[in-house]
């Protein structure tokens, strides 16, 4: 910081005494006072006093502070950048970073490129682009500028060049393997001193994509015995045949990530590139690479990466159960991407809310699903409306001796009891109702019970199964209105009419049964065997009124999210929403429950009192 800011810094604390603590007036003269208001009126105005305002915050208690201060960050004057492959759809990782970049561009007034790093046409599709753009959009995140790699490669190509004349770089032919094993052992390539006439002729084969050429590579000259591996002469350049989507046949050699990276940032005025501190070993081969061409110079600021538990965020490995058939693609509920946490019922409002809690923190951790869910749940609660679902397995029907003699409905229900505006619901009301068998089995003669919505009802025949006692497959009911519902069981039922519909209730395990993999853990070998669990049931038939995307409560269930258009389909499907207890939260493959997709309807409140107390335990 220079000295005029320490200067004005001063001056702000100085202000911020006078005015907030009393007890410091009485240190300063008339004169200096009436000085030190005129400053604060002054200084009300100047940028650098709101950023002053916001570093004297301090984050509440597990909510981690936004409010850092770049290195070296003037108003105005900031440009950030985010830079993604299109080689795949946005994962959570990918919406820290666009956010944090996003976040520190607006609070110093500056802007926000969004750069895409299209230097791979192995991976690469158009499709992939179009999903980044509408993934951000839904995220509410809008770069000032948007810039493809791939309109710089004239300009790469030429400072490659530019590296082998200096002698900063040579072109290599060495297999990848033998390649692989002397940089891990800080041994020269027998390339590493041709000449530069040589390499620039070299360089030219893999421009021409010529056989020689398609066996080369361009590295940076670095230093091969630096304890970072990361400066053992790095590939700047490959080749690659195939087309790419922008650039049709026009090159056949690419620049690395590595070597694009800071050059394009230096000549697209970027002033801070925020990346994770994944690649915190390759920042001096960033600044390698800006001071050996020359280049304005690029702030590299690094923050941790977003680890969950069970979870994977590499491309690589989720193209992997894309390919092997075992998600529907990269929106599947399953995948830790922007599309598939929403399509599973995750609220950008709740993710946006997350990941800005997180902050812009340094320190790698791995996360917990739970805190997530659990925001999201603070989100949905207030606002999503309440419906009733019966499991259809086994589903027991009850007859009520003095129920109504036709079925009636009321229209003026409410979807949420606790906030009027959500609006009202038709339910229906017949001398035949269904309930569900667990509910069921917890029932006894005489019994008191709450019908939801409707009153009490006393039991007074149970009906089992000749050939499973533990069955119940009838009960008889009779009418208590007037019964006092503070004790009694509260059961939620269906009438007995046409006005229900068939769904599907659809629940999730982890994709992999470890809680995180190792660098040399093969993926196959932990792949969960069933990830996917459905149980059929029947709802009210108001949520024929809900569309694609919409999320209800289920009572005594839980959350959902409609997974299809229901104009379309016979039997919709409902994806369950994750409230971020721990019973949802846990891996069935490890030992949790198994029959999530049913929610927990059963009566049975001892058995769910102990199993609270396993998991505190």
Same mark, same amino acid.
């Given at each position: 910081?220079?000295?005029?800011?320490?200067?004005?810094?001063?001056?702000?604390?100085?202000?911020?005494?006078?005015?907030?603590?009393?007890?410091?007036?009485?240190?300063?003269?008339?004169?200096?006072?009436?000085?030190?208001?005129?400053?604060?009126?002054?200084?009300?105005?100047?940028?650098?006093?709101?950023?002053?305002?916001?570093?004297?915050?301090?984050?509440?208690?597990?909510?981690p502070s936004m409010n850092l201060e770049l290195p070296n960050a003037e108003i105005g004057?900031?440009?950030?950048?985010?830079?993604?492959? $299109?080689?795949?759809?946005?994962?959570?990782?990918?919406?820290?970073?666009?956010?944090?970049?996003?976040?520190?561009?607006?609070?110093?007034?500056?802007?926000?490129?969004?750069?895409?790093?299209?230097?791979?046409?192995?991976?690469?599709?158009?499709?992939?682009?179009?999903?980044?753009?509408?993934?951000?959009?839904?995220?509410?995140?809008?770069?000032?500028?948007?810039?493809?790699?791939?309109?710089?490669?004239?300009?790469?190509?030429q400072y490659a060049i530019k590296l082998i004349n200096k002698g900063l770089a040579y072109?290599?032919?060495?297999?990848?393997?033998?390649?692989?094993?002397?940089?891990?052992?800080?041994?020269?390539?027998?390339?590493?001193?041709?000449?530069?006439?040589?390499?620039?002729?070299?360089?030219?084969?893999?421009?021409?994509?010529?056989?020689?050429?398609?066996?080369?590579?361009?590295?940076?000259?670095?230093?091969?015995?630096?304890?970072?591996?990361?400066?053992?002469?790095?590939?700047?350049?490959?080749?690659?045949?195939?087309?790419?989507?922008?650039?049709?046949?026009?090159?056949?050699?690419?620049?690395?990530?590595?070597?694009?990276?800071?050059?394009?940032?230096?000549?697209?005025?970027?002033?801070?590139?925020?990346?994770?501190?994944?690649?915190?070993?390759?920042?001096?081969?960033?600044?390698?690479?800006?001071?050996?061409?020359?280049?304005?110079?690029?702030?590299?600021?690094?923050?941790?990466?977003?680890?969950?538990?069970?979870?994977?965020?590499?491309?690589?490995?989720?193209?992997?159960?894309?390919?092997?058939?075992?998600?529907?693609?990269?929106?599947?509920?399953?995948?830790?991407?922007?599309?598939?946490?929403?399509?599973?019922?995750?609220?950008?409002?709740?993710?946006?809310?997350?990941?800005?809690?997180?902050?812009?923190?340094?320190?790698?951790?791995?996360?917990?699903?739970?805190?997530?869910?659990?925001?999201?749940?603070?989100?949905?609660? $207030?606002?999503?409306?309440?419906?009733?679902?019966?499991?259809?397995?086994?589903?027991?029907?009850?007859?009520?001796?003095?129920?109504?003699?036709? $079925?009636?409905?009321?229209?003026?229900?409410?979807?949420?009891?606790?906030?009027?505006?959500?609006?009202?619901?038709?339910?229906?009301?017949?001398?035949?109702?269904?309930?569900?068998?667990?509910?069921?089995?917890?029932?006894?003669?005489?019994?008191?019970?709450?019908?939801?919505?409707?009153?009490?009802?006393?039991?007074?025949?149970?009906?089992?199964?000749?050939?499973?006692?533990?069955?119940?497959?009838?009960?008889?009911?009779?009418?208590?209105?007037?019964?006092?519902?503070?004790?009694?069981?509260?059961?939620?039922?269906?009438?007995?009419?046409?006005?229900v519909l068939e769904i599907v209730l659809a629940d999730y395990d982890y994709l992999i049964?470890?809680?995180?993999?190792?660098?040399?853990?093969?993926?196959?070998?932990?792949?969960?065997?069933?990830?996917?669990?459905?149980?059929?049931?029947?709802?009210?038939?108001?949520?024929?009124?809900?569309?694609?995307?919409?999320?209800?409560?289920?009572?005594?269930?839980?959350?959902?999210?409609?997974?299809?258009?229901?104009?379309?389909?016979?039997?919709?499907?409902?994806?369950?929403?994750?409230?971020?207890?721990?019973?949802?939260?846990?891996?069935?493959?490890?030992?949790?429950?198994?029959?999530?997709?049913?929610?927990?309807?059963?009566?049975?409140?001892?058995?769910? +009192?102990?199993?609270?107390?396993?998991? +505190?335990?």
């Amino acid at each position: 910081m220079n000295d005029q800011k320490i200067v004005f810094f001063d001056t702000l604390k100085i202000i911020f005494r006078f005015k907030y603590w009393p007890q410091h007036q009485s240190r300063y003269t008339d004169v200096q006072k009436s000085y030190i208001l005129d400053l604060a009126t002054i200084i009300k105005f100047e940028p650098h006093f709101h950023i002053f305002l916001k570093k004297k915050k301090k984050a509440r208690k597990g909510h981690p502070s936004m409010n850092l201060e770049l290195p070296n960050a003037e108003i105005g004057k900031v440009v950030t950048r985010f830079p993604p492959e $299109p080689s795949g759809y946005l994962h959570i990782g990918h919406a820290k970073a666009a956010m944090l970049n996003q976040h520190f561009a607006q609070e110093y007034k500056g802007k926000m490129i969004l750069r895409f790093d299209d230097t791979n046409p192995a991976k690469e599709k158009e499709e992939f682009e179009e999903s980044i753009k509408e993934d951000l959009t839904l995220l509410d995140i809008h770069a000032d500028q948007i810039t493809y790699t791939s309109d710089s490669f004239e300009k790469l190509y030429q400072y490659a060049i530019k590296l082998i004349n200096k002698g900063l770089a040579y072109v290599d032919d060495t297999d990848v393997n033998t390649m692989r094993a002397e940089r891990m052992d800080g041994i020269e390539s027998k390339n590493r001193n041709l000449s530069v006439e040589e390499n620039l002729r070299r360089f030219q084969e893999m421009y021409e994509g010529t056989e020689f050429g398609l066996s080369c590579c361009m590295r940076a000259k670095i230093d091969m015995k630096n304890p970072n591996k990361a400066l053992r002469d790095p590939v700047l350049y490959r080749c690659n045949i195939l087309p790419h989507h922008r650039t049709g046949s026009k090159w056949k050699i690419y620049p690395t990530y590595d070597f694009a990276c800071p050059i394009v940032d230096s000549i697209e005025g970027v002033t801070h590139a925020l990346r994770t501190n994944e690649y915190r070993d390759r920042n001096a081969q960033y600044e390698w690479i800006i001071e050996a061409l020359e280049l304005r110079k690029v702030i590299v600021w690094d923050f941790s990466r977003m680890n969950f538990v069970y979870t994977l965020l590499s491309k690589r490995k989720l193209q992997w159960f894309v390919d092997q058939g075992l998600v529907g693609g990269w929106d599947d509920p399953r995948f830790p991407t922007v599309r598939g946490i929403i399509r599973r019922g995750m609220t950008v409002k709740a993710l946006k809310q997350y990941i800005l809690t997180q902050g812009a923190s340094k320190n790698t951790v791995m996360l917990e699903w739970d805190k997530l869910w659990a925001s999201n749940k603070a989100v949905i609660d $207030p606002i999503c409306p309440r419906h009733t679902s019966i499991l259809k397995s086994n589903i027991v029907k009850a007859n009520i001796s003095d129920g109504p003699e036709v $079925p009636y409905a009321k229209d003026n229900m409410p979807k949420h009891k606790k906030n009027p505006d959500v609006g009202t619901k038709k339910t229906w009301f017949a001398s035949t109702i269904f309930i569900e068998q667990n509910d069921a089995k917890t029932f006894g003669i005489d019994e008191e019970i709450t019908l939801m919505d409707w009153g009490n009802v006393i039991v007074k025949s149970i009906h089992k199964s000749d050939s499973d006692p533990e069955i119940v497959i009838g009960l008889d009911l009779q009418l208590h209105l007037e019964g006092d519902f503070k004790k009694t069981k509260k059961i939620t039922w269906l009438a007995d009419t046409e006005e229900v519909l068939e769904i599907v209730l659809a629940d999730y395990d982890y994709l992999i049964n470890k809680r995180k993999l190792e660098e040399n853990d093969e993926v196959k070998d932990y792949v969960t065997e069933k990830t996917e669990f459905l149980t059929n049931a029947i709802a009210d038939f108001n949520v024929k009124q809900l569309k694609k995307g919409d999320i209800i409560q289920f009572e005594r269930r839980g959350y959902y999210i409609l997974d299809d258009d229901i104009s379309t389909v016979s039997i919709p499907r409902f994806n369950h929403i994750p409230d971020g207890k721990a019973s949802s939260m846990a891996s069935k493959a490890a030992g949790g429950s198994s029959d999530k997709a049913a929610g927990g309807s059963s009566g049975k409140k001892k058995e769910k +009192k102990k199993e609270k107390k396993k998991e +505190k335990k």
